[in-house]
């Protein structure tokens, strides 16, 4: 079963900005805090933005500030709003439960360049 699908990615010039999106199964939209991830060096994604079941948000440093995450409950999916593009987030984006993700999705990839 399909419980992620992430989609929006793409190639933007530094100081650009997209927006993710990433349709979730609704058994876990409706029970689990979710956030998004982005794979970088390390051998697991690590979570970047996330949005607690009671509508809190939190952000690593890194993108505080730039990136938005918001959900929609009836179309349950959750969004990254990523703003002032760097090349340091070129990367594939993920969205899963926090703070236990489940199995991944294809993941989305981002290229900032110029």
């Known amino acids: 079963q399909v419980q992620f699908v992430e989609s929006g990615g793409g190639l933007v010039r530094p100081g650009g900005s997209l927006n993710l999106s990433c349709v979730v199964s609704?058994?876990?939209?409706?029970?689990?805090?979710l956030a998004w991830y982005r794979r970088g060096s390390g051998d697991r994604p690590k979570w970047i933005a996330m949005?607690?079941?009671?509508?809190?948000?939190s952000y690593m440093p890194e993108v505080k500030g730039r990136f938005t995450i918001s959900k929609d409950a009836a179309k349950s999916t959750v969004y990254l709003q990523m703003d002032n593009l760097q090349p340091e987030d070129t990367d594939v984006y993920y969205c899963?439960?926090?703070?236990?993700?489940?199995?991944w999705g294809q993941g989305t990839q981002v290229t900032v360049s110029s």
């Open positions: 609704s058994a876990i939209f409706n029970s689990y805090s």
């Open positions: 949005l607690r079941r009671e509508g809190t948000t």
């Open positions: 899963n439960r926090i703070p236990t993700p489940l199995g």
